[in-house]
């Protein structure tokens, strides 16, 4: 399970260290696909199967299902953990979700996700308020 938040920076050959927290559960292979928010989600390698099964019992034939596959599919990056405990984040990727040198890695449960420092502030800021009524109508729910 992951969870807690990290500054970290990118190095100049798009190298991330991944926090010492998370290294002994995420093995030697990540996912890194289209998060929400404007972040990079990444996932281990069973969490991974795990959610590609919940996306192969959906009806294809359903044009929001076919949408949503086909843009979080196409995004998908498989990489390799280095012996540093660092992993390599295409460029591409980093320019598509417009992540910057600074970065802030959280934990979400079953993945971490990777947010430029200055978008992850804002999302905070511009989210927190909400956090305890949120949390309220979500906790009412699962009662």
Not at 70 to 96: A, F
Request: glycine share 6%.
């Amino acid at each position: 399970m992951f969870f807690g938040s990290y500054e970290y920076s990118i190095d100049e050959k798009g190298r991330l260290v991944i926090p010492s927290k998370f290294r002994g559960e995420v093995g030697n292979k990540l996912y890194l696909l289209k998060g929400f928010d404007g972040c990079i989600s990444v996932y281990k390698e069973t969490d991974f199967q795990k959610y590609i099964d919940r996306l192969e019992h959906l009806e294809f034939e359903r044009e929001k299902v076919r949408l949503h596959q086909r843009i979080l599919l196409s995004s998908v990056v498989e990489i390799d953990v280095d012996k540093q405990g660092r992993m390599l984040i295409p460029t591409k990727k980093l320019k598509e979700y417009l992540i910057g040198k600074n970065v802030t890695i959280i934990g979400a449960l079953d993945h971490f996700e990777i947010w430029d420092l200055q978008a992850w502030n804002k999302y905070i800021q511009d989210h927190e308020k909400d956090f305890e009524k949120d949390a309220e109508a979500i906790l009412k729910d699962e009662e």
